[in-house]
């Protein structure tokens, strides 16, 4: 009898997961030869600077240039505008105060003053015919009140006398009534008159009050005028050097336009600009040094200028005690700014590593100095030679200080 005879499967499903599992594996080996790959980065160790980090003493200062300027500087603007006939001075010669440095004419201030010249003339007269018309004024009305005061004593003492005689009635009613009008009339006019001669003195010294105080203001107005005249001379304000002069024969000036400076070499500062990272640390009285043939002279800073302009901003100081002997102003000089006391921590020299990481990530060398691993850090204060490290490096340790742009986003150098 025949058996019918099944055929075997070719793939069981044990055959299925040693497949897999043989796929995993493969998936395992490429990940350890290749998965690396994008975070390591192979580099020549002669192209990179590796320093060593120390303990030692951290002087907090940093190194500002700063440019020797004048302790203080006069601007001399035009008081009047002008075109330059004569250029007395040159640039850089001393002045005394009051020295002519440019002289300037303008016709047209010439004019000027002929018009007020004119102008107080015709007040003048106007102020002695008022005086004139006034007393003569006053002339008659004196005399007029002695008339009335004349006048008034006569129908006084014929009033009194007819008073009497009407008592004893030697003369008539109507005598006596004639001779009271016209006393009292007398008296009437008496005091018209006088007070028309003491309103007539009011008016008369206010109107010369007046009068006066205009002609006071127009001889003011014309003694303006002529220093406006010698303000065509343009002169030194203060004894010094003449920095610099904006003029030429020939040219016109505008009035409050700046045509020159004086230099005042009385003492001399320092201007020096630092970077905005320092700004919150930078405060008046801070004391700085510079050395200058071999010898160190002490600043104190005495200004601290508020704006910021790309990226910096603008301070003063000034030298305390003695100054260099051959200190010329434009001459330029390294300054060491102190910002704090010294203090023993550990040093990380500086480097270029700094701009890619902000100071929070290293490339840490081994022993071996065959491979370097991006280690946290937190990195303090810094002056022109190290950092301050905070947290994350030891003495001994090794860091790689050069510029991290070409691998800055890898995890590990292999050093070669």
């Known amino acids: 009898m025949d058996v019918k005879i099944q055929s075997k499967k070719r793939f069981q499903n044990k055959h299925i997961g040693y497949a897999l599992l043989g796929v995993f594996l493969l998936f395992i080996g490429w990940k350890i030869i290749y998965g690396n790959s994008s975070t390591s980065l192979q580099t020549e160790i002669d192209r990179i600077a590796i320093k060593e980090v120390t303990q030692g003493k951290f002087d907090d200062y940093i190194t500002i240039n700063g440019n020797v300027a004048p302790i203080s500087t006069i601007y001399m603007d035009a008081y009047v505008g002008g075109r330059v006939t004569e250029k007395l001075i040159e640039e850089g010669a001393t002045v005394k105060k009051g020295d002519i440095i440019l002289k300037l004419e303008n016709p047209s201030l010439y004019e000027q003053i002929m018009a007020s010249e004119s102008n107080l003339a015709l007040k003048q007269n106007d102020l ?22 004349h006048e008034l004593e006569r129908n006084r003492r014929k009033f009194e006398q007819d008073r009497e005689l009407y008592k004893e009635e030697l003369i008539s009613k109507e005598t006596y009534i004639r001779s009271k009008e ?115 002279y002490e600043l104190r800073l005495r200004k601290v200028y508020p704006e910021v302009r790309s990226g910096n901003f603008k301070v003063d100081l000034v030298f305390v005690g003695e100054k260099p002997e051959t200190i010329r102003t434009g001459q330029s000089f390294n300054i060491k700014l102190k910002l704090g006391e010294s203090s023993k921590s550990l040093l990380l020299p500086k480097g270029s590593f700094f701009q890619s990481t902000g100071g929070q990530w290293v490339f840490l060398v081994n022993s071996e100095k065959n491979e370097a691993i991006k280690a946290p850090v937190r990195l303090g204060k810094q002056n022109s030679q190290y950092y301050e490290v905070l947290e994350g490096l030891n003495a001994g340790d090794k860091v790689i200080t050069s510029s991290y742009s070409s691998f800055e986003s890898v995890e590990k150098l292999i050093l070669k």
Not at 128 to 149: I, M
Request: proline letters at 1%.
């Open 128 to 149: 002695r015919s008022t005086k004139l018309t006034f007393e003569s004024r006053q002339v008659k009305g004196q005399k007029s009140l002695a008339t009335a005061s």
């Open 182 to 296: 016209d006393y009292e009339l007398s008296k009437k006019q008496h005091s018209i008159i006088k007070l028309q001669t003491q309103q007539d003195e009011k008016l008369r010294k206010t109107s010369l009050s007046v009068l006066d105080t205009d002609l006071k203001r127009m001889q003011q107005t014309l003694s303006m005028i002529y220093e406006r005249i010698d303000q065509l001379n343009v002169r030194a304000p203060a004894d010094g050097q003449l920095g610099f002069l904006d003029a030429e024969i020939g040219q016109n000036i505008a009035q409050g336009e700046r045509i020159g400076q004086i230099n005042i070499l009385t003492n001399y500062k320092v201007e020096a600009t630092i970077d905005e990272h320092y700004i919150d640390r930078i405060k008046r009285g801070l004391t700085a040094t510079l050395e200058r043939n071999g010898k160190v």
